[in-house]
């Protein structure tokens, strides 16, 4: 892993997210980006001073990185963490930011919200996962860094892209000895216990164990599923893939994706069905 993206915006959220993000930078050798993006003002008063309010908005901003990095590179003396302010939306940023060669994964913190908020709006982490190439890994506000003993990739019978995300996985996992699950969430009649999906997923993890489970569903409890599987196992960072589908399911339906991130108190590494 090279380049480590971080969102922050001078919250505790943020802020616990970039804790993790230096922590697993220190273990497994990467530089970090802390990023910011001044939000541009929506105002209905034509004598608003947008240029002025947008400069006020960048002074404080860098003010604020400048003090978030000197926190930082207190308690993580060793690793080369960098900064970007910018004017624009945050996932906009990243997301053009994510397209360079050298970045390998961007992490975002995830707070509490009405389930209101949560189906209509999602959040900057969810927009983002999935709809970049880039994996983006989740971090819950009550999510501490922990070694990575245990990771759980949640698997649905199609196949698994094998570039970008799960060598991602891979790295991480030769960095910290992982043990691998695989979990899959059957909702079938008349389910059929098939693996053959991850194949080549054991050859690139060079995974002998195959430690593959099969959970019987209840109806709308897919993600609840695997979240109580993931304490079971007291698994450290789940993966999903994002899976793409049309505007109008997604006006019908939550994704899995989603609901995992606002359900689970562990880290969720998303990774997209683009790459």
């Known amino acids: 892993m090279e380049k480590i993206l971080v969102a922050v915006d001078f919250t505790k959220v943020s802020e616990n997210a970039a804790n993790y993000a230096l922590s697993l930078a220190s273990d497994i050798g990467a530089q970090v980006t802390l990023v910011h993006g001044t939000h541009i003002p929506l105002v209905s008063d034509i004598q608003f001073d947008i240029t002025a309010s947008l400069d006020s908005m960048q002074v404080s901003a860098k003010k604020d ?3 978030l990095l000197l926190k930082m590179k207190t308690k993580y003396p060793k690793i080369k ?27 975002i913190g995830i707070g509490q919200t009405d389930k209101f908020s949560e189906f209509v709006f999602g959040s900057t982490s969810t927009a983002l996962a999935g709809s970049i190439a880039t994996p983006v890994l989740i971090i819950p506000d009550k999510s501490k860094y922990k070694s990575v003993s245990k990771i759980c990739l949640s698997f649905d019978g199609n196949k698994i892209p094998t570039t970008t995300g799960i060598k991602l996985v891979s790295n991480i ?53 695997i979240e109580d599987f993931s304490r079971r196992y007291k698994i450290n960072m789940m993966v999903m893939v994002a899976r793409e589908y049309n505007f109008l399911w997604r006006l019908i339906h939550e994704r899995n994706t989603k609901k995992m991130a606002f359900t689970t108190t562990r880290p969720l590494l998303v990774l997209s069905e683009k790459k």
């Open 81 to 107: 963490i960098d900064t970007s302010v910018e004017i624009g939306f945050v996932g906009e940023i990243l997301r053009k930011a994510s397209k360079r060669t050298d970045v390998s994964l961007v992490v």
């Open 65 to 67: 990185m400048a003090a």
């Open 173 to 225: 996992a030769s960095a910290f000895g992982s043990k691998l699950y695989y979990a899959h969430v059957m909702d079938e009649n008349y389910p059929i216990k098939d693996e053959s999906s991850l194949k080549p997923i054991f050859q690139l993890l060079n995974d002998t164990e195959k430690n593959v489970h099969f959970l019987k569903s209840i109806k709308g409890k897919k993600v609840e599923m």
